[in-house]
């Protein structure tokens, strides 16, 4: 019987069927539920998957591309931004290669509903030069993961498995297969393979160069790049990933009368689309995301007008797509509907009721109050809600750990008091070499860091600084006379204001530690919080 | 036989078990399905959405194109409106009229009331009170889902089979409140549509 999966579970259940032995990642909407699901199934935990979360992306990458030395398969998986944070590792390991099949999911978030930025991995693929697949619904989530290992293995590269929201967030009945067995460790047979020394690496790279052309052909000839000949010659259209089902949806049964190329499968295959071209009066591309094959197949002088998409304006430049955008560049009538009522107003997240991060903001606002001049820079976590009514407390917001950086960056011109406010996840994923920047300089600036003990934004998951963040702070060298501890909590806002305002006023860099645990956590996930804050004193 | 339902209120009222029940069901069915959520940033106590769509044939899109959804199931009276450009002519609307007041700008109920009932195919009722009269407030989800079930492809065996399922981890006596839940949905729906035929 057909299960039904979420197109990340159904991600999720093709890579333990494809025999990997981990899964590395960092929470992040909307790619979370990918490594979630892994965490909680039987069979990887008695298969002894690994699959406890990474500090970030970065150092999740790492740890799978350590795996895949080893000769066993692994999985990292992202969301669009957080490839940034492991851009490094991720341009560098398509040089090297891997060893063990290694798989990049990268979840693309369309129309920005959780994120700061709707970036389109496909670039960072092509930019690597590695192949890259782009399911278009949670059958082909399933199999083309486990395609993507024998992908990975058969060319030696690492493999970027593209998902966007409504394919992660949507589900469907899926019929799962066999499982592959795990691969025993097997060290590489060229030494030289994981040694990037300029002498090492130019042989690699002209070898990742020279094996393109081969790719290219595998993309040609893949099951998952289907051109769907139709009888209507006026226009030729190009779906990328869930596209075609939006396209699809156009037609009564999905009886297109147009030639369709259906794209699951980069680079780019040349020959289907030269067909097209050469067949049809206009191409029409559809894909969410950036217009990534439009650009490519684009006329750049403009003396032909045969491409449309995103570019020429007939698909919304911006957000994601969806039937009715598509019937409309399509030529089809909008379907009369009613307006939303004038009455209804509009609801944004907030904070829960009774959250630590509203005692916080209560505070920092009183002594913004006194001080004209404060600055509050913010983080990446639930805590950016108080750049909104009713708070309003946060002047700036960009990146995971930008906080404590800009926050450094805006004291050194002359902006004082500047404070950082970071969740405790998101200090020790990117935070910690920003403080020891503060540190050596010992700059007048104040880091709060909101420490709920959870990654709560992406539903609560583990928090690696839990019951560390003292001990680390510490380490990183602030003056203990300058490291304090507060409870969030309203019985102590004046207490806490005179402490906020007595390390703000100090001429060095300070931390405090706003310390209670998230309000969505169990009894039991508390009181381990609460085991490891006296382990930490202890 | 095709169907389009969006579910709609906060997040946290319990629309994904509404949602799940729905699958459940419609998998036990051998139907096909695709059910869309929203999860990440909007959840916390902000306006959320699942679109489910159910059918013997193919379905292609995650997403309810504008003015195809047969109905709308909502466990907030606003979060109801919002999603009216979805809801093809004469299409369902289904609702608990208890507001959910975490925003400044809260329409007046009346005018709220008056616009819902504008449309002349609503089921506008007081789930909640419905679903603490038979001892589990919790059960208000499900109790709108009784009272949207007549119009549903799915029958109340397998509805019934489906909230077992779901619920059975959380013991016998929740999975009973959540049946009669259903029930009483249906019933009281059920005295609506008779009244509004003989007017």
């Known amino acids: 019987m057909k299960k039904l999966l979420l197109g990340n579970e159904a991600l999720a259940q093709g890579a333990i069927d494809a025999g990997i032995s981990g899964v590395y990642a960092y929470p992040g909407t909307p790619s979370t539920e990918i490594t979630e699901y892994i965490q909680k199934s039987k069979i990887a935990k008695e298969l002894n998957i690994h699959s406890n979360w990474s500090v970030n992306e970065k150092t999740a990458m790492e740890a799978a591309l350590g795996m895949s030395y080893a000769g066993k398969r692994s999985l990292t998986v992202m969301k669009h931004v957080g490839l940034n944070v492991a851009a490094d590792v991720f341009m560098n390991m398509s040089v090297s290669g891997i060893n063990g099949g290694l798989v990049v999911v990268v979840a693309d978030d369309p129309s920005m509903h959780s994120s700061q930025n709707e970036q389109d991995s496909r670039y960072y693929g092509k930019f690597a030069m590695i192949p890259m697949l782009e399911p278009s619904n949670q059958q082909e989530a399933y199999d083309i993961t486990k395609y993507a290992f024998d992908l990975s293995e058969k060319f030696g590269l690492p493999v970027l498995l593209r998902m966007v929201t409504r394919l992660s967030h949507s589900r469907a009945g899926v019929t799962t297969g066999k499982r592959v067995a795990q691969n025993e460790i097997k060290l590489p047979k060229n030494e030289r393979q994981f040694q990037l020394i300029p002498m090492h690496a130019r042989g690699l790279y002209n070898h990742l160069i020279d094996i393109q052309p081969d790719l290219k052909a595998h993309s040609e000839n893949s099951f998952y790049n289907e051109l769907i000949k139709g009888t209507d010659t006026s226009f030729g259209i190009i779906t990328a990933g869930i596209a075609y089902n939006y396209l699809m949806e156009n037609f009564e049964d999905g009886n297109c009368p147009y030639s369709v190329l259906k794209i699951s499968q980069y680079p780019l295959p040349k020959k289907s689309v030269k067909h097209l071209f050469d067949t049809c009066d206009k191409i029409l591309v559809l894909e969410d995301g950036y217009p990534f094959i439009e650009e490519l197949i684009s006329d750049f002088l403009d003396e032909n007008k045969k491409v449309i998409g995103r570019l020429t304006g007939d698909v919304p430049r911006v957000g994601e797509l969806n039937p009715d955008n598509i019937g409309k560049a399509l030529g089809f009538k909008v379907t009369e509907s009613k307006e939303t009522p004038k009455i209804v107003s509009g609801r944004p997240p907030e904070l829960c009721v009774g959250c630590g991060h509203r005692d916080l903001f209560n505070a920092v606002n009183t002594l913004g109050n006194e001080a004209d001049s404060q600055k509050v820079f913010g983080d990446i976590g639930c805590y950016a809600l108080g750049a909104l009514p009713p708070f309003n407390s946060i002047n700036t917001l960009i990146d995971m750990g930008a906080s404590i950086t800009m926050a450094k960056g805006a004291s050194d011109a002359g902006i004082h008091p500047a404070i950082a406010i970071i969740g405790d996840s998101t200090f020790t994923h990117s935070g910690m070499t920003g403080l020891l920047e503060a540190v050596v300089e010992n700059t007048k600036m104040t880091v709060i860091i909101s420490d709920n003990s959870a990654i709560a934004m992406t539903g609560a998951q583990d928090s690696s600084a839990s019951g560390r963040l003292v001990n680390l702070c510490k380490g990183i060298g602030v003056d203990p006379g300058h490291l304090k501890v507060l409870t969030p909590l309203h019985k102590n806002l004046d207490e806490n204001i005179d402490l906020i305002r007595d390390e703000i006023n100090y001429d060095g860099v300070s931390v405090i530690i706003s310390q209670r645990p998230c309000v969505q956590l169990s009894k039991e996930k508390k009181d381990n919080i609460k085991h490891l804050l006296e382990i930490a004193i202890n | ?199």
């Open chain 2, 1 to 199: 036989m095709k169907i389009n339902i969006i579910l709609a209120g906060v997040g946290g009222q319990g629309i994904l078990t509404i949602a799940a029940v729905l699958d459940t069901a419609a998998l036990a069915s051998n139907l096909n399905i695709k059910q869309s959520e929203v999860h990440g940033m909007s959840q916390r106590g902000g306006a959320v959405q699942s679109h489910v769509r159910i059918s013997d044939k193919q379905i292609f899109s995650d997403l309810i194109p504008i003015g195809k959804a047969d109905m709308i199931i909502s466990v907030e009276p606003m979060e109801l409106l919002r999603y009216l450009p979805f809801l093809k002519q004469d299409g369902l609307l289904v609702t608990d009229s208890n507001p959910f007041l975490n925003i400044a700008k809260y329409p007046e109920l009346e005018k709220l009331y008056t616009e819902i009932k504008s449309y002349p195919n609503n089921i506008l009722i007081d789930a909640q009170k419905i679903a603490k009269d038979l001892g589990n407030s919790r059960a208000t989800n499900i109790v709108l889902l009784g009272a949207a079930s007549s119009q549903l492809p799915l029958s109340d065996e397998s509805i019934q089979q489906a909230i077992k399922t779901l619920f059975e981890r959380k013991g016998e006596k929740v999975v009973m409140k959540n049946i009669e839940a259903f029930k009483k949905g249906k019933e009281i729906a059920k005295e609506i549509f008779s009244k509004k035929v003989i007017l």
